[in-house]
């Protein structure tokens, strides 16, 4: 039997019933939530310079909540993606063609990294190595440049040409829905990989597991467990300078910062924890360490890049998992009916589509 | 009357001749105080990585007024929003009423600003480095000057207010 779990966030009308309950009153009227939605916007233009900070502050009808990502190119327009739409933006912040729109000047975007940084570049040197910034509050902001080489090794980045702006989103229920295909019998947590293509929700979804496995849900048998956290991109629990801007439950810890590898083994030898999760894995150093946690009796939870069950399998590092047994169940993504469409879960044992 | 005259000005320059030498004996403690505040922020920034706005209130915590005041501003300027080197560059310009130093001096200490957060920590490390040598340097020099100048400046407002007297008379 197959049963394609669907989340409640799928469907399109759907998408904003869901995502807007945490704004009070939104029934009656628009304006409230235009308010609302203005409001967050201010808040984000806070992260540029003048021009960009008043065409955000200006926006007319776009909605916060519907925005995705946010990028900035040299010389290019300025631009913001929504689930399935590119939205170009002129000097007014109304949406228009590509050939109106504000182009942005290197200006704009050495502020914006400016600001981001709260004028320490030299603060997130090692976030840079890696191509990406964590702003308080936990969006992500990728960075393109120019790289500068040391002895065949990244150094740091310089020349900034583009950034992108992902907005990070807080869905909490979202586990909900698969998390009962995630215990066993014994009310333990399996091994579980999320896979997907980029911006389907994985990092959203893997939150919210480790939100629910942490806190417990009676409903489903689970015991709240201790979760050990290594959150090598601060993209999970959105740390800054040590507090923790997402909810990942009463009994996480957060290693933040930490490189995978060494991370697994610090957790499992300082925080004795019942469940290890990190984001993304990819690198020959995680899979050896997974394996090597494997052995002190944790679960693991992770996530990685790949649209399908077949093209996990053709990434080296995560064919050796797999082949090697590591994972219990395998959870796949999709945008088809927006962020966060479970295509299925497998149970990798018998090969089956739970 | 012409008694109390005579008293009120040469105590009235004297004062005014002690003020100087005070304000120059200040000098080069303060550049000291400014090499011993970037020595400190140059380890924050290498060591620490510590981001500008957090390093400057522990600078400003371990520094004595008025660069407590100075470093008190450009904490608030950053936590605005604004970015470092405009901040230290205004910051100067505002703050150096507050201070007995030089144009001289505060042309080194605006060199501080130029990329400051700009760019890695080694780079970083660098640039105040060479202000610090300066600043030593400068304040080697202020050193001697000032021993000199502020004895004789504190004689010379009184003997300024004596000849003063003895010309009105």
């Known amino acids: 039997m197959s049963l394609h779990y669907t989340l409640s966030v799928v469907q399109e009308p759907k998408v904003m019933s869901t995502l807007l309950k945490s704004i009070p009153p939104q029934k009656n009227g628009s304006h409230p939530e235009l308010s609302k939605s203005a409001a967050l916007w201010t808040d984000m233009a806070k992260w540029f310079g003048d021009d960009i900070r008043f065409i955000l502050v200006s926006l007319k009808g776009?909605?916060?909540?519907?925005?995705?990502?946010?990028?900035?190119?040299?010389?290019?327009?300025?631009?913001?993606?929504?689930?399935?739409?590119?939205?170009?933006?002129?000097?007014?912040?109304?949406?228009?063609?590509?050939?109106?729109?504000?182009?942005?000047?290197?200006?704009?975007?050495?502020?914006?990294?400016?600001?981001?940084?709260?004028?320490?570049?030299?603060?997130?040197?090692?976030?840079?190595?890696?191509?990406?910034?964590?702003?308080?509050?936990?969006?992500?902001?990728?960075?393109?440049?120019?790289?500068?080489?040391?002895?065949?090794?990244?150094?740091?980045?310089?020349?900034?040409?583009?950034?992108?702006?992902?907005?990070?989103?807080?869905?909490?229920?979202?586990?909900?829905?698969?998390?009962?295909?995630?215990?066993?019998?014994?009310?333990?947590?399996?091994?579980?990989?999320?896979?997907?293509?980029?911006?389907?929700?994985?990092?959203?979804?893997?939150?919210?597991?480790?939100?629910?496995?942490?806190?417990?849900?009676?409903?489903?048998?689970?015991?709240?467990?201790?979760?050990?956290?290594?959150?090598?991109?601060?993209?999970?629990?959105?740390?800054?300078?040590?507090?923790?801007?997402?909810?990942?439950?009463?009994?996480?810890?957060?290693?933040?910062?930490?490189?995978?590898?060494?991370?697994?083994?610090?957790?499992?030898?300082?925080?004795?924890?019942?469940?290890?999760?990190?984001?993304?894995?990819?690198?020959?150093?995680?899979?050896?360490a997974i394996t090597d946690a494997l052995r002190t009796g944790v679960q693991i939870l992770s996530t990685a890049h790949a649209s399908s069950i077949e093209e996990a399998r053709s990434r080296p590092v995560i064919k050796h998992l797999l082949e090697q047994g590591v994972f219990e169940r395998l959870v796949v993504l999709s945008r088809r009916h927006g962020p966060g469409t479970i295509d299925g879960v497998y149970d990798l044992r018998t090969g089956r589509i739970l | 009357m012409l008694v109390l005259g005579c008293i009120a000005l040469i105590a009235g320059c004297g004062c005014l001749g002690l003020w100087f030498a005070h304000r120059i004996r200040r000098r080069p403690l303060e550049l000291r105080e400014c090499s011993m505040a970037l020595a400190l922020l140059d380890t924050e920034i290498v060591w620490g990585a510590t981001p500008l706005p957090e390093a400057f209130c522990l600078v400003k915590e371990r520094t004595d007024t008025p660069w407590q005041g100075f470093f008190e501003e450009l904490q608030e300027r950053l936590q605005r929003g604004e970015s470092a080197s405009t901040a230290w560059k205004e910051t100067v310009i505002i703050q150096n009423a507050h201070f007995c130093l030089k144009p001289e001096d505060w042309q080194i200490i605006a060199d501080v600003g130029k990329g400051l957060g700009r760019s890695d920590r080694t780079e970083q490390h660098k640039q105040i480095e060479l202000v610090q040598r300066q600043l030593i340097l400068m304040k080697e020099q202020a050193e001697i000057w000032s021993g000199k100048q502020a004895k004789m400046w504190s004689y010379l407002g009184f003997l300024g207010g004596i000849a003063g007297v003895l010309v009105l008379i």
Not at chain 1, 144 to 165: D, F, P, R, W, Y
């Open chain 1, 62 to 288: 776009v909605d916060y909540q519907k925005i995705e990502e946010l990028r900035l190119r040299v010389g290019k327009p300025l631009l913001l993606r929504t689930l399935d739409r590119d939205l170009f933006i002129n000097q007014e912040g109304e949406i228009t063609s590509p050939n109106n729109a504000y182009f942005i000047k290197h200006e704009d975007l050495a502020c914006a990294l400016e600001r981001m940084t709260h004028s320490s570049v030299y603060a997130v040197e090692e976030d840079l190595k890696q191509g990406f910034i964590t702003l308080p509050g936990g969006n992500r902001v990728g960075v393109a440049g120019e790289v500068v080489l040391q002895q065949g090794k990244i150094q740091t980045m310089k020349h900034i040409s583009s950034l992108n702006l992902r907005i990070a989103r807080d869905i909490p229920g979202l586990s909900q829905k698969i998390l009962p295909l995630l215990l066993s019998m014994a009310g333990t947590v399996y091994h579980t990989l999320l896979i997907s293509p980029p911006r389907a929700g994985k990092t959203t979804l893997l939150r919210d597991l480790i939100r629910s496995i942490s806190n417990g849900v009676p409903q489903v048998g689970l015991n709240g467990q201790t979760v050990g956290v290594v959150d090598e991109r601060g993209e999970l629990a959105g740390m800054w300078q040590g507090v923790p801007t997402y909810d990942l439950g009463y009994r996480t810890d957060v290693l933040d910062g930490c490189p995978k590898a060494s991370g697994m083994s610090m957790l499992v030898r300082s925080m004795s924890p019942q469940v290890l999760a990190m984001d993304e894995i990819g690198h020959a150093d995680d899979a050896n």
